[in-house]
Structure formats: C-alpha cells, structure tokens
C-alpha cells in the first residue's frame, strides 16, 4: 500500500521524472558528532536534493570520515584536504564538515564555499545547540545548491532545466532561493548569518563565506562548542567524586552545628557558597589534568586558545553543575529521611519546614563538593581531556591512527 496522502501508482498516468545523469556528492564529516550528523544526513539527502536543487538529477552521497578535517581550523586547507578527497573517490561535489571553531576578522565562519574546487566547509559549532540537525541539513542543501549553480562543468545542465521550467514551472533553477544558509528563525532574527564574498587577496580559492555577528555570534558559537565537547561524557567519569562527595555530605548531615550554620545563612550566601564550591571543582579538574591551553606569542593563536579555554570551562561547568544537582537530590532525600523533623527542631529552637531541608541540603551539597570531591580523581582521564579542542587536534593527527576511531 503507498503511504498515506501520495497517489497509489496504478492510478497515476505520471511516470517518475528522467534522471538525465547522476552527481556524486561526498561528505567528509570529522569524527565524533559531525560524523554521526553526516551519517544521518546521508539517508535523506538524495530525496531532498532532488527536491530542492535539480530533480533532474541522481543524487548518489557518500560519507568517509575523515580526522584531518576536524584537526585543521583552517577552512582554506580543509578544502584543499576536500579536493584531494574527492578528486581521488571521483565525487563531483564535496561538502567537510567539522566541530573545530573558524573565523575570519574575528567574526565566527559558519561555511567557507569554493566553486573553482567544488567544495565547501561547513563548520557545526557557529550553528548552536538549537535543532541542531535541521540546521545542519538546511545549511548542507544550500551549500551543494551554491557548488552546483556555480560549477563550471555542472551548470552547463542549466539549458535544459531553463527549457523544463518553461514547460512545466516545476523544475527548481539550483540557488533560485535566497542565499539564507538556513531558515529565518528567532536565532537567527537576533544572531543572523550573513553571506559575504572574501577581500583578503590570500583566499583566492574561497568564493563565498557565511558568518556571524561578532558578539552574538560567539555566544552561539561557545554553546556549539560546548555541545560538541559533549558534557554528559564526562558526568560518566564522575562516578567516584560524586561517591566521595556524598560520603562527606552524609558526614556533614549529622553535625548540629552543620544545621545551624545553614539556618542562620541567607539564600544570597547560600547561593554563593555553591558557586564558590562549582568553580572550585572546575578549576580543580582543569589544573589536575592540564587542560588550560597556553597562548602562543601570535595574536590569532591567542585568540584560538582564549575560545578554546572558555568552551573548556563551560563544558565543566555544566558537567559539574549537573553533578551537584544530582548530589543535591541524594542529600535532600538522605535529610529528610534520617533527620527525623522533631529532632532537627528541638536544635534549631523553631518550627521546621521543608525549607529548612533545602538549606540544610543545600548547604551540606556544597562543603561536600569542597571538601570530598577536590580530593578524588576522575575514572577516565582520557575523557575528561576530550574537553579540550586542542587535545583533540593533538590526538587526531596523531600517527597511525585510525580513521573515525574517535567516534565512539
């Protein structure tokens, strides 16, 4: 049976439409995220292609990942690496996608197009967090549209997409839309992508760049790194400073003068002691496993260690943040289960409320991060330097290692 709302084919005199010829298209996607992006991308995309860019045309996508093209942030010889790739699987097109950060005049680079070489960079982090893989396949259709249109060798198909539009109005001219590298949404009302054409004399290969505004830009741009670090893995590596520290709020709940102390401070206090104890650990993490990335005397190079180091903190932050939460819970249960209310009343001289729990908890959550996580380690080390953008270039252009093995 045809799927619901298409017309069943015995009952339809149209046959499918002629492929006139076949465009090969390569994604050659870093490992991590950007491979697993590619991989779910290259099931869709011969159908939406056709739909968007020439329905005359068979589609056929490739996916081969490639570590080269997240250890370079340079998108002018990331293409060179593309072209060389594509050159030697025989692909018409190639499209690189990478996790690394790039940016020309201190605005971040979202893609970098180059005609002359059919091929283009896409870079995932300057596109956020936020429906992430929509973007990702809204910004990989314009690209292949803008290689396609400008090709020298592909668009000579325009003369019988311009006849078959003049018959039937329903072939698509490559690039007939606006050149927006994705949809217009509230993101991208408040940060917009703008498209522009390269002035450096140097960047003879580039036709065309998409970028973001500066400040705003980089905002987004943090968070996408941030997500491509991915924070959750190192939550995992947690476990044994997540123990520690519960072992020392548990020791914490059974000191009275722990419970006065927390029912004498105020909210304010409260909250500054936890985040006294959240930046504590992060820095914690960062000097015990060298994280910091130090600056070279170049200005660019400054710059580059300066975002990595920030998305780096902030990758901690909410892997800690998300820790403390979790211990937060276990104390409170732990608190209101042992701590009988009659008991804790008769020492505090009050009534006691569920409020007095939460300061109680929140309290003994935060000395406990202090005191019992800074003196634990972390399982995994090899995870927790995953954090950084720069170990990761380190490691994937390491000797004899194999492709995609990152991608785990």
Known sequence: MPPEGEPSSDNSDEPPPAHDRSVALGLIPAPEMPHRLAQELSTKLPELLSRRVDER??????????????????????????????????????ICLTDLP???????????????????????PPLG??????????????????????????????????AAEGNS???????SRAHRLVERRLTELISPIRRIAPTNEEDDEVDVRFVSPKVRGHVRLLAGMVLANRPWRLFTTMKGTLAAAFATAAYALVMPIIWQMADSLSWVRLLALMVL?????????????????????????????ALYNASTALTLGVAV?????????????????FLES??????????????????????????ATVAGALGSGLEDEETVR?????????RRNAPNEPEGSADS
């Open 57 to 94: 045309v068979s589609w056929e996508v490739s996916v081969i990942c490639d570590p080269l093209t997240g250890s370079d942030p340079d998108a002018v010889r990331v293409i060179d690496a593309g072209r060389e790739r594509m050159e030697e699987e025989g692909w018409n097109l190639a």
């Open 102 to 124: 790039i940016r020309t005049d201190g605005r971040p680079v979202v893609a970098t197009v180059s005609t002359a070489y059919n091929v283009a960079v896409l870079s995932l």
């Open 129 to 162: 967090v936020t429906l992430l893989r929509r973007r990702v396949r809204e910004a990989t259709l314009q690209l292949v549209s803008e290689l396609y249109e400008g090709s020298p060798e592909l668009g000579r198909a325009g003369e019988y997409r311009d």
């Open 169 to 175: 109005g329903q072939v698509r001219r490559p690039g």
């Open 277 to 305: 104890a959240v930046v504590a650990m992060v820095v914690w993490i960062i000097v015990a496993h060298h994280l910091w990335e130090r600056p070279a005397a170049q200005e660019e190079a400054r710059e580059q260690a």
């Open 321 to 337: 943040l998300f820790s403390y939460a979790v211990l937060f819970v276990l104390v409170l249960l732990a608190a209101g289960f």
């Open 342 to 367: 009659g008991f804790l009343q008769s020492n505090l001289g009050h009534p006691v409320g569920v409020s007095d729990y939460v300061r109680l908890a929140w309290m003994a959550t935060s000395l």
């Open 386 to 394: 995953e954090a950084t953008y720069g170990y990761r270039q380190q």
